[in-house]
């Protein structure tokens, strides 16, 4: 080969080269979303209270945990419903006939939801379901590539959440696959510092994940002195309610606690006592909100007041609102009893993604079932799930 013929060569293949280059775009680069999906009713709803990841004796190392048990405590602090998780790995996937068959598997009054806890090498996740499923098939895929456990995930039409995402166990699945992320797990609030970090990372980078609660508590009270075991201190420090996920529900069904969990429209409290936090927008500033968390909307490129309001009988002295924006402090601010909410005001930008979410700090409110877990839970009172800006729903 000569040197003018390879020279030749080397001009074609650089040519060819800086052509492929020039006729690139980034097909990914910020656009508009286009008309989003209205909004649904900011009143045409109820508030339900409940605790999304629980042990029952269908867990193996949990302790005086029958599932009466944890139907009679859930009643008697209030609760509205419960999603059972107990661990699939202890009867090899096969929670349709031990959780599911439990003759105690029924309640009049509080809702109980379909579910386990997806218990695998790379880590924990949650199911929610308003009807059975065949959680068998999700047992069965689960050491496989995240693109066939996607595709079992889909078809079985089901809400799965990230457990614990950043302690032991974390989950170790593509965040693609989720609707949900546990960014409370018991009443030990400290430790769920980098689960939040993870939460704000999903958001930022565009995955709606709504932020729930789980106590993950395994243990019961004992019926007998004789029955304890070295975990019944547990009992006073973490149970059903540490933390509490409260849904704006459609309807009292189990149905419409999922759908809720799903678009957001949820917040947690420390316990089913605590104040309850709720966040609107009001996107044309007419004094009438437009929105509330877990709704997305497209700005208007005017200012949106934003408004914190606490609920509940238990709000009692002063409390702290850190408002985040896009995973970092925006604000601090203050309420406090008298006046049980605050607003601030900002411009989302009108190209890409915005979102806010509050964070409640302030006096305990008592649990008198689970004394201890106050103390756990340190200042934390609640928190909001975001109100979006811009988020594309087809993501
Ligand atoms: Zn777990
Ligand atoms: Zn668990």
Redesign the pocket.
Known sequence: MNVIYMGLIMAICISSVSLAQSTYTNPWALKDVGTLPPVASLTGGVWLKGDLHVHSRHSKESSNHPISKIIDFSKAAGIDYVCITDHDNHVDGDVAHHTWADPEFKSESVLLLYGA?WTTTRG?GNVFSAKPYEHQRLYDVRDQRDVNVGAVKKELGIHLSA??PSGK?HFGYSYDMLESIEVWNSAVWPKNANAIMIWDDMLSSGRKLTGRGGS?VHHGAPDTPDKATKNTVQVKANNIGTPTTWVFATARTSQAVVDALTNGRVSVSANPYAPRVEFFADLDQDGKMDMMMGDNMKPTGKPVKFRVQLSGNSVAGEYTVRVIKNGNPFDTLQVNAKTPYVEFTDTPANLGRTYYRVMIEGTPTPYPQVPESMALSENMIALSNPIFFNFDPKF
């Open positions: 806890e924990h457990n614990h166990d993950d």
